[in-house]
């Protein structure tokens, strides 16, 4: 126990796995690149910073602060939760995997993205669920006792994450993606959860997280604009990802 | 057959909307997380006080107003940008490069900045841009920039015609 931070092996199977994903990622993408598509630079950077931020979200002064300050947890979650995603997503991993991969097993992949499940998992609601529904569960309920400094947690943020930035904004493929407006809105109803509970935060009240009131003002302020910046580049993403035209809509007013 | 100059003028028209909401949008990110969070100059209602009091001890009601705040200008973005989708189908990736577009995002930034200075002077209460010794001075600045982004942003709108979206390539 004296042996300092980040010593639990699942945070060590973490950063072991993200090493390799990153290490991965920049091979095939090195070698697409050198392909007639090419593969974007800015992919590439979008990636690579999504891993860094893990990284540092995990290791050195923020896991230190984490273990004894539920400011550092907040800085954590904004990285792992909400800043980190976005970066991978941007990446578009899958897209990546479908060209480099021989055929065959490109299939496997379309076919698992058209999964009954993943379905159901990247519904909007459900995305809902995952990312401000385990938020207001954490946090509300006396789960945050149980749970806080528990490394899976970190674990479940980064996926859940990861799926909202993918259905929201990411520019892999998703047979099952919900239209810009309906997008806008599940991105509304995040922000407003997020809103809501950065300023119960803030005032310390209405919450189940044992810590200090100056920590959790701190915190509140952290979820707010942090939050408020990772929304804001979400939107940024949506807007720059959304189709030049829109098929059907196209087609009728042409 | 319509013509294009014919087909140009609704849609000129169609951006206005969701082009100021999302000026009004940007203003307020811009007002909260400038002027609110990194200067500190003042709250909502931060006129009941002096605006450089430490956040602790500030009333709790003005952080409950901030939030809603925050709100209003998400629910702008985010309505501007669902009203632009809808109404600009075709040649997306042009739309950033409108000057329509800028032009009326302009002209909503200025507005949110008038709205917000003629509310902080007539409502007691309710900030002052800056509050302290100098505050006239703050507001009328800032009723200043308010006008030169409406004016700016209607200039810029009105060179707008040939770059603008949603016509054929």
Do not use: K
Not at chain 2, 67 to 87: D, E, N, P, Q, V
């Amino acid at each position: 126990m004296t042996h300092g931070h980040g010593a639990h092996p699942v945070t060590m199977a973490v950063l072991v796995a993200v090493a390799l994903v990153a290490a991965g990622y920049l091979v095939l993408a090195l070698r697409e690149r050198r392909g007639a598509r090419g593969w974007g630079l800015g992919r590439i950077a979008a990636f690579l910073a999504g891993c860094a931020l893990l990284v540092a979200a995990l290791t050195g002064p923020v896991a230190a602060l984490a273990a004894t300050d539920f400011r550092g947890h907040m800085l954590q979650y904004l990285l792992i939760g909400m800043l980190a995603p976005l970066g991978l997503a941007l990446g578009a991993p899958i897209t990546l995997l479908l060209r480099t991969l021989p055929p065959a097993h490109g299939r496997r992949i379309t076919a698992l993205l058209r999964l009954r499940v993943l379905q159901v998992l990247s519904s909007p609601g459900m995305a809902l669920v995952f990312t401000v529904g385990s938020l207001v569960l954490l946090y509300c309920t006396p789960l945050y006792g149980v749970l806080a400094g528990n490394p899976l947690l970190h674990v479940h943020v980064l996926l859940a994450g990861y799926l909202f930035a993918y259905v929201i904004a990411g520019p892999d493929p998703a047979p099952h993606r919900p239209s810009v407006p309906t997008r806008l809105v599940v991105l509304g109803v995040f922000v407003a959860v997020h809103l809501t509970l950065s300023q119960l935060m803030y005032a310390g009240a209405g919450l189940y997280v044992p810590a200090p009131p100056e920590q959790l003002h701190g915190a509140g302020e952290i979820m707010r604009y942090g939050g408020n910046v990772a929304e804001l580049l979400l939107v940024l993403a949506l807007v720059i990802g959304w189709r030049p035209s829109s098929g059907r809509r196209a087609v009728h007013r042409g | 057959m319509t013509t294009a100059a014919e087909r140009e003028q609704p849609t000129r028209r169609r951006i206005a909307l969701p082009g100021a909401l999302l000026g009004v949008g940007l203003g307020g990110f811009a007002d909260g997380v400038v002027l609110h969070q990194i200067l500190r100059w003042h709250h909502v209602l931060s006129g009941a006080g002096p605006a450089t009091v430490n956040a602790a001890s500030v009333p709790r009601m003005n952080t409950v107003w901030d939030g809603l705040f925050h709100a209003l200008a998400w629910l702008a973005t985010l309505i501007g940008l669902g009203l632009l989708y809808s109404r600009v189908t075709r040649s997306r990736e042009r739309l950033w490069s409108s000057r329509s577009l800028w032009g009326w995002m302009l002209i909503g930034w200025g507005l949110f900045t008038l709205v917000e200075c003629a509310v902080g002077r007539q409502v007691p209460g309710i900030h002052h841009v800056r509050t302290g010794p100098d505050q006239l001075w703050w507001d009328a600045g800032f009723l200043l920039l308010g006008t030169l982004l409406v004016a700016g942003g209607w200039l810029l709108r009105r060179g707008g015609a040939e770059a603008e979206p949603c016509r054929e390539p």
